[in-house]
């Protein structure tokens, strides 16, 4: 199937915040993952990357921080080649960029608004960050307000292990915004959750997304959120990019077809 490519001179004439050119990922000297792929997202847009299981979905998200080392091309965050950046330059670009994992990466024995404190230390370092009693005013006043741009100001103090599915992903999501990202990164973000949590986490995901004029890249299986939730979408198979398009143009009929 050719693939589809919705004006990419449009695309590339604004502030662009992600340019992938040329991007290879073998394993083992003979699995290809991913194959010569190319896109530029440009800066506010949210877009999805669907997919077969296999299709390198997971891998191309984390080739984008370098949480795996792709084998050829470039990959552009903000500017940067971050290929080519040493260790304390990919830190530097790494705390700019925000990631939201499906398995929410919280320190269960510690209160949501500690867990979203975190989020500062992409910023500052040091033991005033560990834990919100002893934070400086400043920042425990911007973690609760994350916290409540999330609908949990009324459980900041409760163990994040005593929250439910959902509440532990907008806690999260908080963190991650707590960085002051300019970027944002998702792999399945509400993959672990029943379908209404999971609308009503994307919902909100979203909504404090485009508040902030923030970049979204994030890979989902749900085919209604890639068409509901991003502006536009990335489609793979076999490593390459077969479909890219504004989700307006699709409908979930012909995309089930596809990645169904």
């Not at 934070?135 to 994040?160: C, F, I, T, W, Y």
């Not at 509440?167 to 990164?185: G, H, Y």
Request: charged share 25%; proline share 4%; glycine share 8%.
């Amino acid at each position: 199937m050719p693939v589809r490519v919705a004006s990419p001179s449009r695309v590339l004439a604004e502030s662009t915040d992600i340019n992938i050119t040329g991007l290879c990922k073998t394993f083992d000297g003979q699995r290809q993952v991913l194959r010569d792929i190319h896109f530029s997202i440009p800066r506010g847009q949210a877009v999805a990357l669907i997919g077969h299981n296999g299709s390198g979905k997971s891998t191309l998200l984390r080739c984008c921080l370098r949480l795996v080392q792709p084998c050829s091309g470039a990959v552009s965050l903000l500017g940067s080649d971050i290929t080519t950046l040493g260790a304390r330059q990919l830190r530097g670009m790494r705390a700019k960029v925000g990631f939201v994992f499906q398995r929410h990466n919280l320190v269960a024995r510690l209160s949501a608004l500690t867990n979203v404190l975190h989020g500062v230390q992409a910023r500052k370092k040091g033991p005033r960050t560990w834990f919100h009693s002893i934070a400086p005013q400043k920042d425990r006043e911007e973690a609760m307000a994350q916290l409540h741009s999330v609908g949990l100001a009324n459980l900041a103090e409760r163990r994040v292990d005593g929250l439910s599915g959902g509440e532990s992903q907008r806690v999260a999501i908080a963190r991650a915004l707590m960085q002051r990202p300019k970027i944002v990164m998702a792999d399945e973000p509400v993959a672990s959750l029943d379908p209404l949590a999971g609308d009503e986490v994307m919902g909100l995901f979203l909504h404090r997304i485009k508040d902030e004029g923030l970049t979204l890249l994030f890979v989902s299986h749900n085919l209604d959120h890639a068409l509901r939730y991003a502006d536009r979408i990335i489609g793979l198979r076999d490593g390459r990019v077969e479909l890219d398009t504004p989700s307006k143009t699709e409908n979930l009929a012909t995309l089930r077809e596809l990645y169904g």
